[in-house]
């Protein structure tokens, strides 16, 4: 099917590069108009720019409000609505042991990984009230589900995203917002050497090894699968952890 987002418009964070831009440039490619939202303000732009006329860019902090209501206003102000909120920026520690783990590093953890979806549903929810409906899809990890050692704290930021999903599908239901969190394995973003600890040949090898579809996840595989779960052909799905991580959960 094409056009499946066609009249919809999405705020989608991270977006300037690995899952991020994967997700905006398919949603575009669906018709959907899209607010390209990243740290790296450069980035964005490059984002947006290669999508076209459907596209905004804007340089945001998601962990502060301030940057987050002028995130959401852009979808607003740019295309006169806001249908779908992405919240893919996220941030890690190194592969470490969890003692080694700074307070500043586990601050930002908690910040990108859980304040940033507080403020950011504060920011949509009377929107998407007032239009009648919504979705929110916020991407935790497989590591919120099956934990392995090195990322205790990290582990437990994707943890949180998924409980805060689920309990957000049960409350903001009534008000037809749907609530879901994609989980995908370790992927080929910028990302995976702290994942890893260090991105060698032996390392993804012995990653690969664990994944019985044995590949690392892609930014595309990652699109599609937010593309459905924001559709209305998923209408009746709220509350779900979707793994997408080649069995890596099995």
Same mark, same amino acid.
């Given at each position: 099917m094409a056009d499946r987002l066609t009249g919809k418009v999405a705020v989608i964070t991270g977006a300037g590069s690995g899952f991020g831009e994967g997700i905006a440039k398919r949603f575009a490619e669906e018709g959907a108009r899209v607010v390209v939202a990243d740290l790296n303000g450069e980035a964005a732009a490059r984002v947006a720019g290669e999508i076209g006329a459907s596209a905004v860019a804007v340089t945001a902090d998601?962990?502060?409000?301030?940057?987050?209501?002028?995130?959401?206003?852009?979808?607003?102000?740019? *295309?006169?609505?806001?249908?779908?909120?992405?919240?893919?920026?996220?941030?890690?520690?190194?592969?470490?042991?969890?003692? $080694?783990?700074? $307070?500043?590093? *586990?601050?930002?953890?908690? @910040?990108?990984?859980?304040?940033?979806?507080? =403020?950011? +549903?504060? @920011?949509?929810?009377?929107? !998407? $009230? @007032?239009?009648?409906g919504g979705v929110i899809l916020t991407t935790a990890s497989t590591a919120g589900l099956r934990p392995r050692p090195g990322l205790t704290w990290y582990n437990a930021s994707k943890g949180w995203a998924i409980t805060a999903s689920k309990s957000m599908a049960a409350e903001l239901a009534p008000k037809n917002i749907r609530v879901n969190a994609l989980c995908p394995v370790a992927g080929e973003t910028g990302m995976l050497?702290?994942?890893?600890?260090?991105? +060698?040949?032996?390392?993804?090898?012995? *990653?690969?090894?664990?994944?019985? =579809?044995?590949?690392?996840?892609?930014? !595309?595989? !990652?699109?599609? @699968?937010?593309?459905? =779960?924001?559709?209305?052909?998923?209408? *009746?799905?709220?509350?779900?952890?979707?793994?997408?991580d080649g069995g890596r959960c099995i």
């Open positions: 998601v962990t502060l409000r301030a940057d987050v209501e002028r995130m959401i206003k852009a979808a607003s102000r740019g *295309f006169g609505r806001l249908d779908i909120l992405i919240n893919n920026a996220g941030y890690s520690h190194r592969n470490k042991s969890l003692l $080694e783990v700074s $307070e500043e590093e *586990f601050d930002r953890i908690l @910040a990108v990984n859980a304040r940033a979806i507080y =403020l950011s +549903t504060l @920011a949509v929810v009377p929107i !998407m $009230e @007032a239009q009648g050497h702290l994942f890893m600890g260090e991105d +060698t040949p032996e390392k993804r090898a012995q *990653f690969k090894a664990s994944i019985p =579809l044995g590949r690392l996840s892609k930014p !595309m595989d !990652m699109a599609n @699968a937010a593309l459905w =779960l924001a559709s209305d052909e998923a209408e *009746f799905i709220t509350g779900v952890a979707l793994e997408v």
